[in-house]
């Protein structure tokens, strides 16, 4: 785990970090893709070994599924309306301790909407270069996706894993 001594803010190194998402689709099993993570940063208050506060800012205007077709009607306005809602943000408002590092629950604004959300998180890496695996799930219901007349055969619920590196 992270031991620091001293309070410390470290950036997420974007370049090296990634978002992706899973969502059942009675069509072709499961549509997987990519969103980047364009900025973010971890709190830690002095002495700590687990964060206060984390924020992250991710691009959905670049996602990709390997699907050119399915990456533009996601940022349509059916879906994301990425034109509309440019950025996604998550911002920690609880964040306890587990065994395997720890449970960060937050708001994450997409599609015009915050909401509630809760990550596992397991740490690695080093004390001077941590790593950070989340993994989650959420309701696009949640946060009004649900316009498209392919709604029915598109499942509610998507897995969501974040890789997080900072320098």
Known sequence: MHGLFLAAVLTIDAAKSTATFAVQHVFVERVTGTVPITSGTIDFPAG???????????????????EPDRDAALQSPDWFDTKLFPTWTFTSTSIVATP???????????????????????????KEHPSYHAVGQIN??????TKTRLDPVIGETVDVTLDIKVP
């Not at 687990?50 to 599924?65: N, S």
């Not at 395997?100 to 080093?126: K, R, W, Y």
Request: aromatic share 4%; net charge negative.
């Open 48 to 66: 700590a070994t687990i964060p206060d506060k984390v924020q992250a800012t991710l691009d959905p205007t670049r996602l990709q599924t390997d």
């Open 100 to 126: 395997a590092g720890f449970t960060m629950t937050g708001i994450l604004t997409m599609h015009g909407v915050g909401q509630p959300e809760m990550l596992a998180v397991t740490v690695g890496g080093s």
């Open 140 to 145: 696009r219901h949640a946060f009004g996706m």
